[in-house]
């Protein structure tokens, strides 16, 4: 019999990925929607839909949990919730044996350097000085971790950067950023440094933790590393532009302030739990190799970008 799989934020970036995964797979998967349009696109590609919502309607969501055999959680939702909604659910489950599985980020341990170089890298248990901005997601990795004691097994997979089919992540601010420059764009001396993975490698991840993850475990996926300025430099060659350094000022104006304050930072993790445990090996190492594709050329034309921008701006 297959498994019936619930995953929290089936209709986001990551976690349409693992719905994917788990359906090819052929386990069941259950999706929360909170609107008619995420509903029907979840049944579209074969999602068995739970209407509910994390705030104002978590009854469904809590009995869809108990009643699945694994529990995803890969809602996006903002820092300072996550904690109450965490413990609400490993509350939930409590003493059933179930899994429950949070996607973090290594966002935990990010480094504000302004576009400069860390030497450090964080393996899975390294201790670490919090991002403050990320502060509750440390606590709810916490309440994860230790909800394990209380007949739960939950585990948190912390993975860097996610790329792939249909991302916007790195690759494609920096082509976004020639739209509104005309170059391709780094921050300070652009060797800051963010881990990645694909998303098709951390959704294999996701199966392992299933099938033989430790309880109250914490497993980070790691398949390389790029400073920001060689990105910059790659998709200068491929659209046959120069690069440019921006102060942090600039920075905001062109990625917006959050996306500087990423772009600018390191956060560079390592995985030998993950490998030695779980025995998991990624096979898409190369976020360079995105270069080039038709839709990420489309977002340094200026006025495709002003209409994208201005489609998701009512």
Same mark, same amino acid.
């Given at each position: ?24 797979? *052929? ?24 209407? *509910? ?60 350097? *302004? ?74 001396? *652009? ?124």
């Amino acid at each position: 019999m297959s498994q019936n799989i619930f995953i929290i934020g089936a209709s986001g970036f990551v976690g349409s990925a693992l719905a994917r995964h788990f359906l090819a797979d *052929g386990r069941r998967v259950l999706g929360l929607a909170r609107t008619d349009r995420a509903e029907a696109a979840l049944r579209a590609v074969g999602i068995s839909a739970v209407r *509910g919502d994390l705030d104002a309607n978590m009854a469904p969501v809590l009995a869809a949990a108990r009643s699945a055999e694994v529990t995803i959680y890969a809602a996006q939702v903002a820092f300072e919730r996550e904690p109450t909604i965490i413990r609400t659910l490993c509350e939930a489950l409590a003493g059933g044996g179930k899994t429950f599985v949070f996607l973090s980020g290594s966002g935990v341990f990010m480094q504000r350097t *302004g576009g400069a170089w860390s030497p450090d890298s964080f393996a899975e248990d390294d201790p670490f000085v919090p991002e403050p901005l990320a502060l509750p997601r440390v606590e709810a990795e916490g309440i994860v971790r230790a909800a394990a004691g209380h007949g739960l097994r939950s585990m948190v997979i912390r993975p860097p950067v996610i790329w792939g089919p249909g991302d916007s992540g790195p690759v494609a601010s920096v082509y976004r950023s020639v739209a509104l420059t005309g170059a391709a764009c780094y921050i300070g001396s *652009g060797l800051a440094t963010y881990s990645n993975v694909h998303s098709a490698d951390l959704a294999r991840l996701f199966s392992l933790v299933v099938e033989r993850g430790q309880a109250g475990a914490l497993y980070h996926a790691v398949a390389g590393e790029i400073p920001y300025r060689w990105i910059a430099e790659a998709v200068a060659r491929d659209l046959g532009v120069q690069t440019r350094s921006l102060t942090m000022d600039e920075a905001a104006d062109v990625f917006g302030p959050f996306g500087a304050l990423l772009l600018s930072a390191c956060s560079r993790s390592r995985d030998p739990r993950t490998r030695t445990e779980l025995g998991w090996k990624p096979t898409r190492p190369d976020l360079l190799s995105e270069i080039g594709e038709p839709r990420l050329r489309a977002l340094a034309n200026q006025q495709s970008n002003q209409q994208s921008n201005q489609a998701s701006n009512p």
